[in-house]
Nanobody, 124 residues
Framework: HVQLVESGGGSVQAGGSLRLSCTASGYTRSNYCMGWFRQAPGKEREGLVAMGTDGITNYADSVKGRFTISRDGGKTFALQMNDLKPEDSGVYYC????????????????????WGQGTQVTVS
């Protein structure tokens, strides 16, 4: 059973940076598409970035140029968030799924089989 655990959320002033980490466990296959979603109060979950296993990485326009996803080795993934804005506030979820990622597309939330518990990010 795949488990995802996020860490690194918190509060920061506008213009600041945060780094979120996601540690995955419980799977042996290496072809999972990984990504990050965010949900602000009263809004639907928004896909921010998806990273496939063949070098494709897709970012939402709202975070392109400010957020960067990376693999920190093994089964740990990170989301570096720079130049944060108040509208970036919300609960951030690490996600994984057996998805053939197409260039330029962030799969919808339902396509990801596994979700972390979420970590709060507040930008003021």
């Amino acid at each position: 059973h795949v488990q995802l655990v996020e860490s690194g959320g918190g509060s920061v002033q506008a213009g600041g940076s945060l780094r979120l980490s996601c540690t995955a466990s419980g799977y042996t296959r290496s072809n999972y598409c990984m990504g990050w979603f965010r949900q602000a109060p009263g809004k639907e979950r928004e896909g921010l970035v998806a990273m496939g296993t063949d070098g494709i990485t897709n970012y939402a326009d709202s975070v392109k140029g400010r957020f960067t996803i990376s693999r920190d080795g093994g089964k740990t993934f990170a989301l570096q968030m720079n130049d944060l804005k108040p509208e970036d506030s919300g609960v951030y979820y690490c996600v994984a799924g057996l998805i053939d990622l197409l260039r330029g597309v962030i799969p919808r939330a339902a396509a990801f089989n596994y979700w972390g518990q979420g970590t709060q990010v507040t930008v003021s």
